[in-house]
């Protein structure tokens, strides 16, 4: 009896490998980035009055998806060594590999239209006719890249499927991560929608905003009124701070999410290598750590500025490699004590590489530390770029909340006081900080079981209060990845799931455990 059901439960997987879930994931994602893409790069003079068919004529105009040809440059290279990888290696998911290299070309192809032919090839994107339409297939290659993915590795995507409901459904229970993460979604649509939402052309420095009913020029620092535009008043010359305040939003998160991940990307990849690998080795880049860390990172921050040019790449670069000191020390911590663990050692027994075991072992197992930083340093990163643009070190030629803070201070509106120039951005900055902050505060205890064990002060917490199951926790990737039973407010370590079944939520537990972990099929019974 067993047998057979064994042996049906994985014909059935053959004839369906792609979770229903997974597969509704990857189209509602799909869809969301190709409009996110589209919406980032809209026409900035098609404002929201110019009618339903002007409006959908700038979907399709040269402007959408015209992005710097070295951007698609960095991308083709990237999806061509992926794909070549994979196919080496004898990936399972071997149409994922053969769908990379042809990404690999499109985006190749891509980056020679938008410099301007072989003959004349430029860093920068030109007007190409059709950037949207190859932008629609370079979406539509990176899904079926994800599902075929799937395809080939249908137990892991079952396994994330699982998971990431899991961590959805006590991410919910927290009241702060759900309060982040509506203010976060209110601010990143009023970026994504701002040619809809504000005219453009009202941000040149001539346009003064008239009154609708007299026809007269509502003046510097006029005060706020009903008027769409002058909600927010006006600033030193009478142009409207809404339209400011909401094209603002764009380049504040825009810098803030670039500048954090190239920090928490450089600070993991560091502090991941200092922890497993030891020796002079991590000596030699604690020291440099240590160095960063010492060196007060405003007054470097003002020199790289002013030597490197003033304008929103450089910000990031300099955010970048200014603020990731303090993640690496952080990752390097949870690398020493779960290089410590028995699966490690078990990889190391047969013979895996110091590569493999850092990239399969070390990093699903601190995964969950580095995603809870990200969301913190994202808040950090975006007070570095109010702090630079306040300063007067911002990029001029482009509007941020703390470039309307600058302009506001310098031009004497606290003085007046013409609190309607300085409340908006200054609020905006403490609403999406602490947005960013709740979020970090929820994922950190959705994803860390000591943290939940502290919440427990009775039978009953938040979690258990609504009525929510025990789900399995799955162990760490690779080797021998421990893992148990999580029951919210009850955690333990002693029991092992059915990783033939779909897991749980993993949410990491203390002998090691990652997003997504175990051997699937280990034995018959799921492992002991």
Not at 44 to 72: C, H
Not at 100 to 127: P, Q, R, S, T, Y
Not at 505 to 516: D, H, K, L, Q, T
């Amino acid at each position: 009896m067993n047998g057979s059901s064994t042996i049906t439960e994985r014909d059935a997987a053959v004839a369906q490998p792609v979770p229903r879930r997974f597969r509704n994931w990857i189209v509602f994602w799909a869809v969301i980035v190709w409009c996110a893409l589209e919406l980032l790069t809209y026409p900035k003079d098609v404002p929201i009055t110019s009618g339903f068919s002007e409006i959908l004529k700038g979907f399709f105009s040269p402007e959408v998806g015209s992005y710097p040809a070295w951007v698609m440059v960095v991308l083709a290279v990237a999806c061509v060594l992926f794909g070549v990888l994979g196919l080496v290696r004898g990936s399972k998911a071997k149409v994922m590999n053969v769908l990379l290299l042809v990404e690999g070309a499109v985006l190749a192809i891509w980056a020679v239209l938008a410099g301007g032919g072989l003959g004349a090839w430029a860093a920068g994107a030109n007007d190409f006719s059709y950037n949207w339409a190859l932008q629609t297939v370079v979406v539509v290659i990176a899904a079926l890249c994800v599902w075929y993915w799937a395809a080939g590795n249908p137990e892991r995507a079952e396994l994330v499927t699982w998971n990431t409901h899991q961590v959805w459904r006590l991410y919910r229970a927290n009241w702060q991560g759900m309060v982040g993460l509506g203010i976060l979604i209110f601010f990143v649509a009023m970026a994504l929608f701002a040619p809809f939402l504000a005219d453009h052309a009202l941000l040149d420095p001539n346009a003064q905003i008239r009154d609708p009913a007299t026809g007269e020029l509502f003046g510097p620092y006029h005060a706020p009124t009903a008027y769409y535009y002058n909600w927010f008043g006006t600033d030193q010359v009478g142009q409207s701070v809404l339209a400011q305040f909401i094209w603002s939003a764009r380049i504040s998160l825009m810098v803030g999410l670039l500048a954090a991940f190239m920090s928490t990307v450089l600070g993991a990849g560091i502090g991941i290598l200092a922890g497993y690998v030891g020796g002079w080795q991590s000596e030699a880049w604690m020291r440099l750590t240590d160095a960063f860390l010492v060196i007060p990172w405003l007054p470097l921050a003002m020199v790289l500025a002013a030597a490197w040019g003033q304008n929103y790449w450089m910000i990031v670069l300099i955010i970048g490699i200014t603020s990731w000191p303090g993640t690496a020390r952080m990752v390097r911590s949870d690398t020493l004590r779960v290089r410590e663990l028995q699966f490690i050692e078990r990889a190391k027994a047969i013979g895996s590489s110091t590569g493999h075991v850092m990239k399969k072992h070390i990093l699903p197992n601190v995964m969950p530390l580095i995603f809870a930083n990200l969301v913190l340093v994202v808040a950090i990163a975006i007070l570095s770029e109010t702090t630079l643009s306040f300063l007067g070190l911002g990029d001029p030629l482009n509007f941020s909340w703390g470039t309307m803070l600058h302009y506001a201070w310098v031009n004497g509106a606290a003085g007046l006081p013409a609190w309607w120039y300085l409340l908006p951005p200054g609020i905006a900055i403490i609403l999406v900080v602490l947005a960013f902050t709740f979020i970090g505060t929820a994922y950190d205890e959705v994803l860390d079981p000591k943290l939940r064990k502290r919440e427990e002060s009775t039978a009953e917490n938040r979690f258990t209060a609504r009525g929510e199951p025990a789900v399995a926790a799955v162990g760490g990737a690779g080797v021998g990845g421990g893992g148990g039973i999580f029951t919210p407010g009850v955690q333990t370590d002693d029991a092992m799931p059915d990783f033939n079944q779909p897991a749980g939520g993993s949410i990491r537990p203390e002998g090691g455990g990652g997003w997504v972990g175990g051997s699937i099929e280990d034995d018959e019974k799921g492992g002991e």
